[in-house]
Nanobody
Framework: QVQLVESGGELVQVGGSLRLSCAAS???????LGWWRRAPGKEREFVAA????????NYADHVKGRFTISRDNAKNTVFLQMDMLKPEDTAVYYC???????????????WGQGTQVSVSS
């Protein structure tokens, strides 16, 4: 069982920065982690992902060059540094981890409760 708890969301002005954190209980150091977001009235969309070692990072086109994902496996935490924020970045941001276990052939998928980011113009 894994629990994910996001934090760091708040109201910020256009062009500002925020750093989101996702703290995990349970062992996640060997799994990829991702950030997603859901804006009001829209579907949840992918933001960024990082592999287990941090050597591979992927970003959605709309955040490339502005957001940076990182992780600290010793602290079981993944971060999302968000710079040059825009009003369209306003959303609830969620942390996600999922993997397929070859041991028992089960798929595991966990989400946090989300943290609200609001960007005012």
């Amino acid at each position: 069982q894994v629990q994910l708890v996001e934090s760091g969301g708040e109201l910020v002005q256009v062009g500002g920065s925020l750093r989101l954190s996702c703290a995990a209980s349970g062992r996640i150091s060997e799994h990829a982690l991702g950030w997603w977001r859901r804006a009001p009235g829209k579907e949840r969309e992918f933001v960024a992902a990082i592999n287990w070692s941090g050597s591979i990072r992927n970003y959605a086109d709309h955040v490339k060059g502005r957001f940076t994902i990182s992780r600290d496996n010793a602290k079981n935490t993944v971060f999302l540094q968000m710079d040059m924020l825009k009003p369209e970045d306003t959303a609830v941001y969620y942390c996600n981890v999922n993997w397929f276990s070859r041991t028992n052939s089960r798929k595991y998928n966990y989400w946090g409760q989300g943290t609200q980011v609001s960007v005012s113009s």
